[in-house]
């Protein structure tokens, strides 16, 4: 079946450091890509999606690329903040139906 | 405001105490789901909802029943709760239409003992 895989945390950077998350993916068709961001206490709510092979989603300075060729979907952001410390989900959905998520990569930012 | 609501956020029960979670939207969303999030393991869906009187069993149904008879509310009941079952709770829901996002609760944070 489908599956996400995402890289193990906790990711611990200083601020305004390079941020990668890495994330691939296993599907049988065409999925849409996502990235759900979950900061202290709240639910997780949509950071930024692509629906395409080479489709680049952007949001609040992160960036993730649908490379169909080594399907992935890494999420990126050139210089992160204290605020950027949440917990990051990678997620795909194929056939407009069922989301399948990652197990999610805890980001810590020090200032 | 759109907004999914779930009640209660944090609960402790003990175990085979039936208790039931609910879960309101006002976004006028068919599609309304329910996951669990456990650490490691990310979001799990125990059920969903694609309309009215309309349920199916996710990845991880086991011990849980849902019920969908307004569109707008999509209540968790665990029967007779068991340890295992302590988590942290997610309500979510979505239209068919638009960019496929999903919009989330606060999440229900239940302990059994």
């Known amino acids: 079946g489908d599956s996400v895989t995402q890289m193990e945390g906790p990711v611990t950077l200083s601020e305004e450091a390079f941020l990668t998350i890495n994330c691939t993916y296993t599907a049988t068709g065409y999925p849409s890509l996502f990235w759900y961001v979950q900061y202290p206490g709240e639910g997780l709510q949509l950071l930024l999606k692509a629906t395409k092979a080479d489709d680049k989603g952007s949001n609040k300075g992160f960036e993730a690329t649908y490379r169909k060729e080594t399907t992935s979907f890494h999420l990126e952001k050139g210089s992160v903040q204290v605020s950027d410390s949440a917990v990051y989900f990678c997620a795909l959905m194929e056939y407009g139906n069922k989301l399948v998520f990652g197990a999610g990569t805890i980001l810590r930012v020090k200032s | 405001e759109a907004q999914v609501t779930q009640n209660p956020r944090y609960l402790i029960t003990v175990t085979g105490k039936k208790l039931t979670v609910t879960c309101s939207q006002n976004?006028?969303?068919?599609?309304m789901s329910w996951y669990r999030q456990d650490p490691g393991l990310g979001l799990r869906q125990i059920y969903y909802s694609m309309n009215v009187e309309v349920t199916d069993k996710g990845d991880v149904p086991e011990g849980y029943k849902v019920s969908r008879k307004e569109k707008r509310n999509f209540p968790l009941i665990l029967e007779s709760p068991s340890p295992n079952q302590t988590s942290l709770y997610f309500c979510a829901s979505r239209s068919f239409g638009g960019t496929g996002e999903l919009f989330f609760g606060e999440g229900s944070r239940l302990t059994v003992l």
């Open positions: 976004m006028n969303h068919e599609y």
